[in-house]
């Protein structure tokens, strides 16, 4: 007579196969949605606080809001204002105007230091000709053994070329934010080229080191 065997139960790692299942597609739920829910959230909100900031400049009767409230109308405002300002400052009296009031701005001492430093800047970013981060790099810092991603920036300046022989490069190493950063100056010899774009270092270092491009080479400059 033959004995009667137990079932056995399929081999899992401790879940109900429908729980691992839905688990599953929850998680594919979120890798989708999550990344354009943030990415409109961000966008909505950015275009709302400049909407809220231009038109609070308007009076009623010439604010478009007051009449219909469409999102957008403030960067719009915005741009047109913008275009104006440059066309306005592309002819003469324009120039002459721009100079005047860089003058009076150049003999005030604190704000004249902060308004010439945000000028380069913008001017550097802004600039078709100028290319702001050359390449990317890995610099031993902020002590030996311990690497940092930085930008090149290019040649350092004479001032402080001149105190030493070697090939001096500035170079900006920026933080997770990428709101701040620190310039050194590196010697090109102790700098790592990485084979890495400008755009996939910027969200390896936004990311946290989440975010890693496919495995390039890294060779020695």
């Known amino acids: 007579m033959n004995t009667p065997q137990a079932p056995t139960s399929p081999p899992h790692d401790g879940r109900h196969p ?3 299942r839905l688990r599953n597609y929850f998680l594919a739920g979120v890798l989708i949605t999550a990344p354009i829910a943030i990415t409109l959230y961000v966008t909505w909100s950015l275009v709302d606080y400049i909407d809220a900031a231009v038109t609070g400049l308007l009076p009623a ?3 478009p809001r007051t009449y219909l409230d469409v999102p957008g109308v403030g960067i719009v405002i915005l741009v047109i204002f913008l275009t104006l300002i440059g066309f306005v400052t592309a002819n003469y009296l324009g120039r002459m105007a721009v100079r005047m009031g860089e003058g009076i701005l150049n003999h005030m001492p604190v704000i004249r230091s902060f308004y010439s430093a945000v000028k380069q800047i913008f001017e550097t970013v802004l600039s078709k000709q100028t290319q702001s981060f050359r390449e990317v790099v890995m610099v031993e810092y902020p002590r030996k053994e311990m690497w940092a991603l930085g930008f090149v920036i290019g040649r350092a300046p004479p001032e402080i070329q001149s105190g030493t022989e070697e090939e001096i490069y500035s170079v900006f190493i920026p933080t997770m934010s990428f709101t701040s950063g620190y310039l050194v100056f590196v010697p090109r010899k102790d700098m790592t080229k990485v084979d890495m774009t400008i ?11 989440i975010v890693v491009p496919p495995s390039k080479n890294v060779s020695r400059t």
């Open 18 to 20: 429908v729980v691992s």
């Open 61 to 63: 009767a010439i604010n």
């Open 199 to 209: 755009e996939e270092a910027l969200k390896m270092i936004v990311s946290g080191g």
